[in-house]
């Protein structure tokens, strides 16, 4: 049941703000599981290599088809036909009841915006142009556990310093973004921007969007001085088509990340691939929904360990049955196999130290943002989850 601003007036947090044609709305989503995954290998902190600790493992995962998440959402009718609009929403592991987004209160979305009849403009911490207009076509929703959405993406969906502009005109709807890179002496270096546009019309979509980064190098992301950066494009068109009961999707992603000029290390490994995916959806039932997913990234180059290679092509096959016990909790199986890196292609390969014979991960993220590591001796890796998601 939705929580009105009345009910969190009695803690006195928004006391004398309720007005007749305004609203605010507490909302989350409550998502663990129970998983096992083979072929799993820990590693340190900093990816490295962590001998005997290898095999299959069982584990409680927060989040598997939602990512955990409460929030505030408000609104409220300005006059002129024009609305004031906030949002507020933080990302927390069920599991462990931590802050999510690198302990960030407000991690996942933060913004404050006017919506009329032209449009939205809103302001803040958001998700990027691009995950907006490819959200309807990703085969699962953005499942937290086995859709690699950092290698569809890149691993900055979610931006700071942003300024949207999201129109919806019948069919058709566009929207724009930059975010600040607020680098003194430079108005480009850490900054980004992204354009893109759905149509739906009866049972077809269509979906196109661009976006790109101006990745800062590993040392000046740290603090460092300077504001030397590399660009990351990434440009996606989509389709989906739905019969009745069933519904069928496809994509494709062009992705370059250029070196910096200097040769310094980016914050964002450098690689040059095209990604692909396919997915349908099935509702057997109003109550049982079945999804079955494909992922595959044509790694065309990568910087590892100082050096361009042409690593292997990841892969990976999902699996999801999610039954409805009432619009708000549900109960699902999710399975997933990766075939040249590890599930969601946290880890896409090793790097050897000559020297000391560690072995390190490399993959789209460092290893503290990441979940799941392959033995380096593997080249798949199967996971499976039963979990339990209940929305508010």
Known sequence: MK???LALAVLGT???VAQAQSSVTLYGVVDANVEYVNHAQAVTAAGVVIPGSTGSRLAMQAGGLSSN???LRGVEDIGGGLKGLFVLESGYGMDTGTLQQGGRLFGRQAFVGLQGNWGKITLGRQYTTIFDMMANFSPTGYATQYEPVVGQLGPNFREDNVIKYTGAFGPLTVEGHWSFGERAGSQTANSAYGVGANYFAGP???????DEVKV?????????PGNEYAKDKRAAIAASYTMGPVKVIGGYRYGKTDTASSGATLALLPHRDDYYWAGVNYQVTPALGLTLAYYYDNIKEATIGGATVNPRNPQQWQFIADYNFSKR???YL???YARNASLNWDSIGYVTNPATGAQTSVGYLPAASQT???TPNSDSQVGVAIGLRHKF
């Open 334 to 336: 999710s399975a997933a």
């Open 372 to 374: 799941y590591f392959i």
């Open 204 to 210: 077809f979509g269509l979906g196109i969007a661009y």
């Open 3 to 5: 929580k009105s601003l």
């Open 216 to 224: 800062l190098t590993a040392a000046e992301a740290l603090g460092g």
């Open 14 to 16: 928004f006391a004398g």
């Open 329 to 331: 909790t549900d109960v």
């Open 69 to 71: 998440r409460w929030g």
